[in-house]
């Protein structure tokens, strides 16, 4: 899953730029509710969110390892 994601990362770049404002949008709108309201509630958007983050990371080191076109 992460090497697909990191192909599609590169083949539309555009997608993932706002696959991750989407996932960055949910995290500040967890974080202000949880601070504003006090109710834990809202750290449901923390668990939501950790799952992109990894696929985001996993993908990130796989694109820079096998994906570089830096060679």
Same mark, same amino acid.
């Given at each position: #899953?992460?090497?697909a994601y990191a192909h599609f990362s590169v083949?539309?770049?555009v997608i993932h730029i706002v696959n991750l404002l989407i996932v #960055?949008?949910?995290f500040a709108v967890s974080c202000y509710q949880l601070l504003a309201n006090e109710n834990l509630l809202f750290s449901a958007g923390f668990l939501f969110v950790t799952l992109p983050?990894?696929?985001f990371? *996993? $993908?990130s080191?796989? *694109?820079r390892k096998y994906l $570089?076109?830096?060679n």
């Open positions: #899953m992460f090497r083949n539309h770049p #960055m949008t949910i983050i990894i696929l990371a *996993k $993908s080191d796989y *694109k $570089s076109t830096n």
